[in-house]
């Protein structure tokens, strides 16, 4: 027992502060790198450690027995130190910044914390104050809040919009231009909605391989209410910044962000767009006036079968009674169907047009376009209601074109009756179960249920119940080639709905 009692170590007595000599206080207090004094209840200097001389210039024989306002460069605002003594008054320490001036008179800025010092009966016996100089951390901090302006003011100021994303896809920095994307686009972030337009899937990119999410000049365009539409060209680019996490001080820890670039081009476009608007308008003209030449001779044909037929008929009768006249009949018809046969040859075949990936708010928005001089001359007003993005199809953009322009032509010839008062066209575009719709709403008589059967019959015309003319039968044959379906259905509150639906994949519906 007494060896192993022996071999015990005897636990280390705990020191406290009771073990510490005054002198090391002093000492300690003094050597700080801290501008130290110690004032009486009228903050005259009682003491001042070596750092408080070095920092305001005096000695200690010289400052102790001073007021610390010797300091005080008499700038500092009156109500700073209204106040700071209301603190102290409270006995609750005061922090703050104090402009002071040094026995050469230089100007340093001090950042002031003074305790009040309370004795054991409670009262306030003394000040403890403490301060720096921290003059060239203002001007630092300054120079950083002035380049941070400079900076947000020139971001603000650029004709581009910005938009930084962290990799978690949250905007961590954007610019005016960029903000005001939002009313256009309908969206409180226009950063995520033309990501979602340009590459659906970025946000698992972005977190997994940052790299894959840049790009250049990528173009998206935006459709408003109205009939304006927006291009923006698109730069992705991935930056690299630095984490500001504690854990990262020792170890620099790189963190990537996307930079978005948006350049808005509509001006450009508009001058592309314009002109190529002219050279549309005077493709469709010629292919309405072709279709209507075919159409035209097609149904005259049509009805002058009608009569040889008869005539036919007859000349098998009229053979086995007057032969001799019957040949004269027969030399009749044959010359007739020759010039029917001539006839057919000279109607101008329908172009051949190649199938093109198309967007149909654009395919809408030209035939409106074109739609403007009849429809103010018939008093008409349109509302364009595009579904702000919509996928690409494949299709024929001419055909298609043929087709909008087809139902905008009858649904303003319906609304163009003497007397009628609400002329209003409603043309809205949406996407529905992969399918693109496009309906065209009138506020014109309506439909019978008997021209609404017949209305999509070849050469029919409803023109007596003021609505449809005949180019519906060409519209439905131009749906028809794109496997899509067209339908014309009464509103409930007066005039007419007709309703195309085409598949994004383009299979038939």
């Not at 007595?13 to 207090?29: G, H, I, K, N």
Request: glycine share 6%.
């Amino acid at each position: 027992m007494t060896a192993m009692t022996r071999g015990k170590s005897k636990p280390k007595r705990v020191s406290s502060a009771d073990d510490l000599p005054f002198e090391v206080y002093r000492q300690a207090v003094d050597q700080a790198d801290i501008a130290i004094s110690i004032t009486d209840q009228r903050a005259n200097i009682l003491y001042a450690n070596t750092a408080f001389t070095a920092i305001t210039g005096y000695a200690a024989d010289e400052i102790i027995g001073c007021n610390e306002s010797v300091l005080s460069n008499h700038t500092t605002p009156a109500k700073l130190y209204k106040e700071m003594w209301a603190h102290l008054s409270d006995q609750r320490p005061w922090s703050g910044r104090v402009l002071n001036r040094r026995k050469d008179g230089q100007l340093y800025l001090a950042d002031l914390t003074i305790s009040p010092v309370v004795g054991p009966d409670g009262t306030t016996s003394h000040f403890l104050g403490i301060h720096r100089d921290v003059t060239e951390f203002n001007r630092l901090e300054r120079v950083v809040r002035n380049q941070k302006m400079l900076i947000e003011s020139t971001l603000n100021a650029a004709p581009v919009g910005l938009a930084l994303l962290d990799t978690t896809g949250r905007v961590i920095l954007d610019n005016e231009a960029c903000k005001r994307l939002t009313s256009d686009m309908g969206t409180q972030e226009p950063a995520h909605f033309i990501l979602d337009m340009l590459m659906p899937d970025w946000r698992e990119l972005l977190g997994d391989d940052p790299s894959r999410c840049a790009f250049a000049n990528r173009e998206v365009r935006i459709d408003r209410r109205g009939g304006a539409q927006r291009w923006l060209s698109v730069t992705a680019s991935i930056i690299e910044t630095q984490s500001d996490c504690a854990d990262t001080y020792f170890t620099a820890s790189q963190q990537p962000g996307l930079l978005l670039v948006i350049n808005d081009v509509t001006e450009l476009h508009v001058e592309q767009e314009r002109a190529r608007a002219d050279a549309l308008k005077i493709a469709l003209i010629d292919e309405e006036r072709n279709a209507a030449i075919r159409e035209g001779l097609s149904a005259a044909l049509y009805r002058l079968d009608e009569p040889l037929n008869m005539m036919t008929s007859a000349l098998h009768v009229l053979r086995r009674r007057e032969p001799a006249t019957a040949e004269i009949l027969n030399e009749a018809v044959n010359a007739s169907r020759e010039h029917m046969d001539a006839l057919r040859q000279v109607i101008p075949p329908a172009p051949p047009e190649s199938q093109s990936t198309v967007n149909i708010n654009e395919i809408v928005r030209d035939v409106l376009e074109i739609s403007v001089p009849r429809m103010l001359a018939a008093g008409v007003t349109v509302d364009w209601k595009p579904m702000s993005t919509l996928p690409n199809i494949q299709a024929r953009p001419l055909q298609l074109r043929m087709l909008f322009k087809a139902l905008v032509d009858n649904a303003i010839e319906a609304m163009n009756t003497k007397g009628w008062r609400q002329r209003e066209l409603t043309v809205t575009s949406s996407l529905t179960d992969a399918r693109v719709v496009v309906c065209v709403l009138d506020t014109g008589p309506g439909l019978s249920d008997a021209a609404r059967h017949r209305a999509f019959e070849p050469f029919f015309s409803a023109k007596s119940g003021r609505h449809l003319g005949t180019g519906l039968s060409r519209a439905q044959q131009i749906v028809s080639d794109h496997g899509g379906l067209i339908d014309l259905n009464p509103r409930p509150d007066g005039g007419c709905a007709a309703i195309v639906e085409l598949r994004i994949d383009g299979d038939p519906l």
